[in-house]
Nanobody
Framework: VQLVESGGGLVQPGGSLRLSCAAS????????TAWFRQAQGKEREFVAA????????IYADSVKGRFSISRDTALTTVYLQMNNLNDEDTAVYYC??????????????????WGQGTQVTVSS
């Protein structure tokens, strides 16, 4: 599965962005998909994930209530809607796919397909 993110950019505090992650070579149907982010000088951290075969979404506490993970009906594109952004959300955002068990859904090493990342900068 090849993953390509898009939708990043510069946004003012309080603004919104929607990131997209397009899959080629397969659909997301049998995978859990996740979003991670990595700020400059920091480790990659979990943002959100969802198992599309009947699972619910999980979110990092720092984004809960502001971010939402969704997908298109064809299961070829996954989205991350980001609202009420603040400067702590500035990072490179990565889409990932894998088949982690529930207890490892927030773990970087549980995913084996990754996109190239898209930069999100929140600044006035």
């Amino acid at each position: 599965v090849q993953l390509v993110e898009s939708g990043g950019g510069l946004v003012q505090p309080g603004g919104s962005l929607r990131l997209s992650c397009a899959a080629s070579g397969n659909t997301f149907g049998s995978y859990t998909t996740a979003w991670f982010r990595q700020a400059q000088g920091k480790e990659r951290e979990f943002v959100a994930a969802r198992r599309w075969s009947g699972g619910t979404a999980i979110y990092a506490d720092s984004v809960k209530g502001r971010f939402s993970i969704s997908r298109d009906t064809a299961l070829t594109t996954v989205y991350l809607q980001m609202n009420n952004l603040n400067d702590e959300d500035t990072a490179v955002y990565y889409c990932a796919a894998g088949r982690p068990i529930r207890s490892t859904m927030e773990t970087v090493s549980a995913y084996y397909y990754w996109g190239q990342g898209t930069q999100v900068t929140v600044s006035s």
